[in-house]
C-alpha cells in the first residue's frame, strides 16, 4: 500500500486500504484493525480528503487512549497532525505533533524517534509562525505602512 501511495497509484492504494480493514475486522483483532484504519486515513490524505481523514484518526485516537495502547494512540496522533499540517491548520498540527512527543517519550521510544517527533514540531512551529507573520502583515494591507 505505501508503494502504492509513492507511485501515486491512490484509487488503488486505497481498495488495498479499505480490504486490509475488511479482512482485520473478520479477525476480530482490535489492534490490527485500529492500525489498518490509520494507514487507510493516510490514503485518504493523499487523496486531498483531508476531513474524512482527521474523521477517521479522531476515532483511532480515542480508540487507542481508550484502551491505552499508547503506540497505535501515537501513531493515530502524529498521523493527524500531518493532515492539519497539509490543511494549514497550524494550531491544531501543534498540538497533535506536541502529543505524539509526549506519547514517544511515555513509551520509552529511542533517542532517534524522539528528535524525528521534536523536528515535527519545529516544523511545524515555524510554518505557524511564518503564518501568523503573513496574517498580521496582511491585516495592515498594502500600502499603510507609514500610517502608524
Known amino acids: 500500500m505505501v508503494l502504492l501511495r509513492l507511485l501515486g497509484?491512490?484509487?488503488?492504494?486505497l481498495q488495498i486500504a479499505n480490504e486490509a480493514v475488511r479482512q482485520a475486522r473478520?479477525?476480530?483483532?482490535?489492534?490490527?484493525?485500529?492500525?489498518?484504519?490509520?494507514?487507510?486515513?493516510?490514503?485518504?490524505?493523499?487523496?486531498?480528503k483531508f476531513d474524512e481523514a482527521v474523521v477517521e484518526l479522531t476515532g483511532c485516537v480515542d480508540e487507542a487512549a481508550g484502551?491505552?495502547?499508547t503506540a497505535l494512540e501515537a501513531f493515530a496522533v502524529q498521523s493527524r497532525g500531518k493532515v492539519y499540517f497539509d490543511m494549514k491548520d497550524y494550531e491544531n498540527a501543534l498540538t497533535?505533533?506536541?502529543?505524539?512527543?509526549?506519547?514517544?517519550?511515555?513509551?520509552?521510544?529511542?533517542?532517534?524517534?524522539?528528535?524525528?517527533?521534536?523536528?515535527?514540531?519545529?516544523?511545524?512551529?515555524?510554518?505557524?509562525?511564518?503564518?501568523?507573520?503573513?496574517?498580521?502583515?496582511?491585516?495592515?494591507?498594502?500600502?499603510?505602512?507609514?500610517?502608524r
Do not use: C, N
Open 26 to 48: 473478520f479477525t476480530g483483532d482490535r489492534e490490527e484493525l485500529l492500525g489498518a484504519r490509520i494507514r487507510r486515513a493516510q490514503v485518504l490524505q493523499y487523496q486531498g
Open 96 to 147: 497533535d505533533m506536541k502529543a505524539a512527543v509526549f506519547l514517544r517519550e511515555k513509551l520509552g521510544a529511542s533517542p532517534a524517534e524522539i528528535d524525528g517527533a521534536l523536528t515535527a514540531v519545529a516544523v511545524v512551529q515555524a510554518f505557524r509562525d511564518e503564518s501568523a507573520g503573513a496574517g498580521a502583515l496582511g491585516a495592515e494591507g498594502p500600502g499603510h505602512e507609514g500610517e
Open 9 to 13: 497509484r491512490l484509487d488503488e492504494a
Open 67 to 69: 484502551r491505552e495502547w
